[in-house]
Nanobody
């Protein structure tokens, strides 16, 4: 069974950091690009970053440049989203996804269930 499972969310104070994990099961991470997305209450889903099989990284959102980074560990079948200098407006449910390609795309077909990130004092 193919699964993408996000973890690492929680409550953090403004200016703090979190590292989210997207752990893959049922397929080999080596062959696929993975993207991170988020959806805040009442807002549309927003693309954040993507990492290809060749470790090429793409940013979809200017709001996270310089604060969020993406990395992958194929041996652990896991993609990470390192989030620094968090702001209250980063509060959202964070999702990882794949479109079963080696490169980052504009459309993603398989999604995890999401992990909640809340930035608040």
């Amino acid at each position: 069974q193919v699964q993408l499972v996000e973890s690492g969310g929680g409550l953090v104070q403004p200016g703090g950091s979190l590292r989210l994990s997207c752990t893959i099961s049922g397929f080999t991470l080596d062959y696929y690009a993975i993207g991170w997305f988020r959806q805040a209450p009442g807002a549309e889903r927003e693309g954040l970053l993507c990492i290809s099989t060749g470790n090429v990284k793409a940013y979809y959102a200017d709001s996270v440049k310089g604060r969020f980074t993406i990395s992958r560990d194929n041996a652990k079948n896991t993609v990470y989203l390192q989030m620094n200098s968090l702001k209250p407006e980063d509060t959202a449910i964070y999702y990882c996804a794949t479109d079963w390609e080696t490169y980052c795309t504009d459309d993603y077909s398989s999604w995890g269930q999401g992990t909640q990130v809340t930035v608040s004092s």
